[in-house]
Protein backbone atom coordinates (compact mmCIF):
# COMPACT_ATOMS: atom_id res chain seq x y z
CA UNK A 1 0.00 0.00 0.00
CA UNK A 2 1.19 3.54 -0.91
CA UNK A 3 2.56 5.74 1.90
CA UNK A 4 1.61 8.85 0.19
CA UNK A 5 -1.58 10.03 0.40
CA UNK A 6 -1.91 11.26 -3.11
CA UNK A 7 -5.90 11.78 -2.30
CA UNK A 8 -5.62 15.05 -0.01
CA UNK A 9 -3.12 16.35 -2.48
CA UNK A 10 -5.09 15.45 -5.54
CA UNK A 11 -8.17 16.75 -4.46
CA UNK A 12 -6.47 20.25 -3.26
CA UNK A 13 -4.71 20.65 -7.49
CA UNK A 14 -7.95 19.60 -8.87
CA UNK A 15 -9.94 22.63 -6.87
CA UNK A 16 -7.07 25.29 -7.72
CA UNK A 17 -7.78 23.86 -11.60
CA UNK A 18 -11.42 24.43 -10.75
CA UNK A 19 -11.04 27.66 -9.42
CA UNK A 20 -8.37 28.97 -12.21
CA UNK A 21 -10.36 27.06 -15.44
CA UNK A 22 -13.53 29.36 -14.92
CA UNK A 23 -11.41 32.24 -15.68
CA UNK A 24 -9.17 30.84 -18.32
CA UNK A 25 -11.15 28.69 -20.16
CA UNK A 26 -14.58 28.13 -19.50
CA UNK A 27 -15.49 32.21 -19.40
CA UNK A 28 -15.20 31.88 -23.03
CA UNK A 29 -18.34 30.04 -23.77
CA UNK A 30 -21.51 31.53 -22.71
CA UNK A 31 -22.95 27.81 -21.92
CA UNK A 32 -20.27 27.41 -18.91
CA UNK A 33 -19.93 30.80 -18.28
CA UNK A 34 -23.49 32.01 -17.21
CA UNK A 35 -23.84 29.27 -14.70
CA UNK A 36 -20.35 27.78 -14.01
CA UNK A 37 -22.04 24.19 -13.63
CA UNK A 38 -18.16 22.22 -15.30
CA UNK A 39 -16.71 24.54 -12.48
CA UNK A 40 -18.62 23.41 -9.54
CA UNK A 41 -18.65 19.73 -11.04
CA UNK A 42 -14.93 19.56 -10.66
CA UNK A 43 -15.52 20.97 -6.96
CA UNK A 44 -17.51 18.30 -6.49
CA UNK A 45 -14.71 16.08 -7.86
CA UNK A 46 -12.29 17.49 -5.28
CA UNK A 47 -14.98 16.86 -2.45
CA UNK A 48 -15.34 13.64 -3.50
CA UNK A 49 -11.14 12.84 -3.67
CA UNK A 50 -10.84 14.98 -0.02
CA UNK A 51 -13.33 12.82 1.86
CA UNK A 52 -11.07 9.92 0.63
CA UNK A 53 -7.92 11.73 1.31
CA UNK A 54 -9.26 12.57 4.46
CA UNK A 55 -10.49 9.13 5.53
CA UNK A 56 -7.24 7.93 5.37
CA UNK A 57 -4.87 10.43 6.64
CA UNK A 58 -7.62 10.17 9.94
CA UNK A 59 -6.83 6.12 9.73
CA UNK A 60 -4.81 4.36 12.22
CA UNK A 61 -2.33 2.54 10.03
CA UNK A 62 -0.57 6.41 8.92
CA UNK A 63 3.09 5.72 9.70
CA UNK A 64 3.12 9.23 11.36
CA UNK A 65 -0.70 9.85 12.35
CA UNK A 66 0.01 13.78 13.60
CA UNK A 67 1.65 14.45 10.63
CA UNK A 68 -0.88 12.91 8.12
CA UNK A 69 -4.07 14.85 10.09
CA UNK A 70 -2.19 18.12 9.71
CA UNK A 71 -1.33 17.65 6.55
CA UNK A 72 -4.88 16.34 5.32
CA UNK A 73 -6.52 19.31 7.69
CA UNK A 74 -4.56 22.09 6.38
CA UNK A 75 -4.81 20.61 2.25
CA UNK A 76 -8.71 20.62 3.19
CA UNK A 77 -9.07 24.04 4.48
CA UNK A 78 -7.30 25.10 1.58
CA UNK A 79 -9.47 23.66 -0.22
CA UNK A 80 -12.12 25.04 1.06
CA UNK A 81 -11.19 28.41 1.12
CA UNK A 82 -10.75 28.04 -3.02
CA UNK A 83 -14.31 26.97 -3.46
CA UNK A 84 -15.25 29.56 -1.47
CA UNK A 85 -13.57 32.31 -3.03
CA UNK A 86 -14.72 30.95 -6.41
CA UNK A 87 -18.73 31.11 -5.13
CA UNK A 88 -17.88 34.99 -3.42
CA UNK A 89 -16.06 35.94 -6.97
CA UNK A 90 -18.63 34.44 -9.72
CA UNK A 91 -21.83 34.73 -8.11
CA UNK A 92 -21.37 37.40 -5.04
CA UNK A 93 -18.87 39.60 -6.03
CA UNK A 94 -20.31 39.86 -9.88
CA UNK A 95 -23.27 40.71 -8.73
CA UNK A 96 -22.69 44.01 -6.89
CA UNK A 97 -23.59 46.44 -9.23
CA UNK A 98 -25.09 49.58 -9.05
CA UNK A 99 -29.01 49.93 -9.04
CA UNK A 100 -29.26 52.40 -11.74
CA UNK A 101 -32.25 53.25 -11.54
CA UNK A 102 -31.60 56.50 -13.96
CA UNK A 103 -31.05 54.58 -16.86
CA UNK A 104 -33.39 54.38 -19.41
CA UNK A 105 -36.48 52.49 -19.80
CA UNK A 106 -39.00 50.87 -22.62
CA UNK A 107 -40.61 53.36 -24.14
CA UNK A 108 -38.55 56.65 -22.83
CA UNK A 109 -36.38 58.41 -24.92
CA UNK A 110 -32.40 57.58 -25.55
CA UNK A 111 -30.37 60.07 -23.91
CA UNK A 112 -28.10 61.82 -26.21
CA UNK A 113 -24.54 61.66 -26.61
CA UNK A 114 -21.55 62.40 -29.36
CA UNK A 115 -18.68 60.67 -28.66
CA UNK A 116 -15.40 59.61 -30.64
CA UNK A 117 -15.30 56.83 -32.86
CA UNK A 118 -12.31 54.72 -33.82
CA UNK A 119 -10.64 57.66 -35.91
CA UNK A 120 -11.38 60.14 -33.68
CA UNK A 121 -14.36 61.91 -35.45
CA UNK A 122 -17.46 63.09 -33.24
CA UNK A 123 -20.20 60.67 -33.02
CA UNK A 124 -23.61 61.80 -32.00
CA UNK A 125 -26.46 59.46 -31.53
CA UNK A 126 -28.78 61.34 -33.82
CA UNK A 127 -26.69 60.86 -36.49
CA UNK A 128 -26.17 56.77 -35.75
CA UNK A 129 -30.14 56.80 -36.12
CA UNK A 130 -30.56 58.78 -39.69
CA UNK A 131 -26.91 58.02 -41.12
CA UNK A 132 -28.49 55.42 -44.29
CA UNK A 133 -27.03 52.31 -44.13
CA UNK A 134 -26.41 49.66 -46.68
CA UNK A 135 -27.10 51.60 -49.61
CA UNK A 136 -30.28 54.58 -49.00
CA UNK A 137 -32.16 52.58 -46.47
CA UNK A 138 -32.47 54.46 -43.27
CA UNK A 139 -31.83 52.37 -39.76
CA UNK A 140 -34.69 50.87 -38.51
CA UNK A 141 -32.97 51.18 -34.89
CA UNK A 142 -29.55 51.12 -33.11
CA UNK A 143 -28.30 49.28 -30.38
CA UNK A 144 -26.46 50.29 -27.79
CA UNK A 145 -24.34 47.90 -26.55
CA UNK A 146 -22.10 49.43 -22.99
CA UNK A 147 -19.50 46.65 -22.29
CA UNK A 148 -17.52 47.08 -18.69
CA UNK A 149 -14.92 49.01 -19.34
CA UNK A 150 -11.64 47.60 -21.06
CA UNK A 151 -11.30 44.75 -23.40
CA UNK B 1 -13.09 53.43 -21.27
CA UNK B 2 -10.85 52.55 -24.28
CA UNK B 3 -9.30 55.35 -25.93
CA UNK B 4 -10.28 55.73 -29.70
CA UNK B 5 -6.87 54.34 -30.61
CA UNK B 6 -7.05 51.46 -28.49
CA UNK B 7 -10.52 50.61 -29.58
CA UNK B 8 -9.07 50.59 -33.42
CA UNK B 9 -6.48 48.15 -32.74
CA UNK B 10 -8.96 45.92 -31.70
CA UNK B 11 -11.78 46.67 -34.07
CA UNK B 12 -8.73 45.83 -36.89
CA UNK B 13 -7.61 42.56 -35.56
CA UNK B 14 -10.69 41.34 -35.22
CA UNK B 15 -12.55 42.04 -37.72
CA UNK B 16 -15.84 44.28 -36.40
CA UNK B 17 -17.63 46.02 -39.19
CA UNK B 18 -19.41 48.11 -36.32
CA UNK B 19 -19.00 51.38 -35.09
CA UNK B 20 -16.77 51.55 -31.11
CA UNK B 21 -16.99 54.75 -29.41
CA UNK B 22 -14.93 55.69 -26.79
CA UNK B 23 -16.18 57.12 -23.57
CA UNK B 24 -13.33 57.78 -21.64
CA UNK B 25 -14.96 60.30 -19.05
CA UNK B 26 -17.82 58.30 -19.26
CA UNK B 27 -20.37 60.73 -20.22
CA UNK B 28 -22.51 58.57 -21.77
CA UNK B 29 -22.06 56.14 -19.43
CA UNK B 30 -23.35 58.49 -16.43
CA UNK B 31 -26.21 59.71 -18.53
CA UNK B 32 -27.56 56.16 -18.74
CA UNK B 33 -26.90 55.67 -15.40
CA UNK B 34 -24.58 52.89 -15.63
CA UNK B 35 -21.72 53.96 -13.92
CA UNK B 36 -20.02 51.63 -11.76
CA UNK B 37 -17.53 53.71 -9.92
CA UNK B 38 -13.72 52.24 -8.45
CA UNK B 39 -14.73 48.68 -10.49
CA UNK B 40 -12.66 48.55 -12.91
CA UNK B 41 -8.45 47.85 -12.64
CA UNK B 42 -6.58 50.22 -10.59
CA UNK B 43 -9.95 51.40 -9.02
CA UNK B 44 -10.72 53.31 -12.56
CA UNK B 45 -14.41 53.84 -13.44
CA UNK B 46 -16.13 50.73 -15.53
CA UNK B 47 -19.77 50.94 -17.08
CA UNK B 48 -22.18 48.00 -15.35
CA UNK B 49 -22.72 46.30 -18.60
CA UNK B 50 -26.01 46.87 -20.42
CA UNK B 51 -27.77 46.65 -23.96
CA UNK B 52 -30.16 49.19 -24.94
CA UNK B 53 -32.18 48.46 -28.29
CA UNK B 54 -33.71 51.60 -29.76
CA UNK B 55 -36.26 52.09 -32.84
CA UNK B 56 -35.57 54.48 -35.25
CA UNK B 57 -37.15 57.53 -33.32
CA UNK B 58 -34.76 56.80 -30.69
CA UNK B 59 -37.36 55.35 -28.20
CA UNK B 60 -35.72 52.25 -26.03
CA UNK B 61 -37.88 49.31 -27.22
CA UNK B 62 -35.70 46.60 -24.97
CA UNK B 63 -33.22 46.72 -22.36
CA UNK B 64 -30.70 43.97 -20.96
CA UNK B 65 -29.45 45.40 -17.86
CA UNK B 66 -27.48 42.20 -16.66
CA UNK B 67 -27.87 41.59 -13.29
CA UNK B 68 -24.28 39.57 -12.77
CA UNK B 69 -21.73 40.81 -15.06
CA UNK B 70 -20.40 37.25 -16.30
CA UNK B 71 -23.90 37.33 -17.95
CA UNK B 72 -24.26 38.91 -21.12
CA UNK B 73 -26.87 38.84 -23.93
CA UNK B 74 -26.85 36.53 -26.29
CA UNK B 75 -26.58 37.33 -29.93
CA UNK B 76 -29.88 35.28 -30.53
CA UNK B 77 -31.75 37.47 -27.96
CA UNK B 78 -30.89 40.52 -29.48
CA UNK B 79 -31.82 39.11 -32.84
CA UNK B 80 -35.43 38.26 -31.04
CA UNK B 81 -35.40 41.66 -29.47
CA UNK B 82 -34.65 43.40 -33.09
CA UNK B 83 -37.90 41.71 -34.52
CA UNK B 84 -39.75 44.53 -32.48
CA UNK B 85 -38.18 46.93 -34.64
CA UNK B 86 -39.75 45.79 -38.15
Do not use: C
Not at chain 1, 116 to 141: F, M, W
Not at chain 2, 33 to 62: C, Y
Request: aromatic letters at 14%; a positive charge.
Amino acid sequence: MKKFNWQIWAAFVLSLFAFISYFLLFVRFPVTRDFPWANLLLFGAAVVLMFFGLRRAFSSDRTHPLRSKIAGGVLATLSVVVLGLFVFTVFIFARLLPASHGAPQVGQQAPAFTLADTTGRQVSLSELLSTPVNGSALPKGVLLIFYRGYW
Amino acid sequence: MDSPEESRDLSKQAGYTFTILSDPNAEAIRRYDLLHAGAGISGHDVARPAEFLLDASGTVRWINLTENYWVRARPEQILEAAKLLK
